[in-house]
């Protein structure tokens, strides 16, 4: 056989139901919300949530890797963390993705 014969095997009849390609489609989509966006989504809404629930003495853990912990937070999402004794650096809250003590006790 030939790649023409095949490809003209797996076209679709002539006269088939217009809505079944719609269906697929439809279905496409779902699976995809389902699998892909809403799973990031809920993803966003839970860093968005520890960003905001950030206060004074948290342990943190930047995007970097870098442990430290919170000296201050300013208004305009800018977070002053310590990461030694007396080194405090300047960081957007944006930049911290997790509670350093919830990592410690994940790899117990």
């Known amino acids: ?16 139901s217009p809505y079944g ?3 697929l ?6 699976v995809f919300y389902f699998f892909m966006i809403r799973p990031q989504m ?4 839970e860093a968005r949530k520890f960003r905001e629930g950030l206060k004074d003495g948290d342990k943190v853990v930047t ?8 000296k201050s937070i300013k208004e ?6 310590e990461i030694a004794e007396g080194l ?3 960081m957007d809250k944006s930049a911290l993705v997790a ?7 994940q790899g117990k």
């Open 1 to 16: 056989m030939n790649i023409q014969n095949i490809l003209l095997q797996a076209a679709p009849a002539q006269g088939g």
């Open 21 to 23: 390609n719609i269906v």
């Open 25 to 30: 489609l439809v279905g496409i989509v779902v």
């Open 42 to 45: 809920k993803r966003q809404k």
């Open 63 to 70: 995007i970097g890797g870098v442990y430290g912990k919170i």
């Open 76 to 81: 305009n999402n800018v977070a002053m963390v």
């Open 88 to 90: 405090v650096i300047k």
């Open 99 to 105: 509670d350093a003590s919830d990592l410690q006790t």
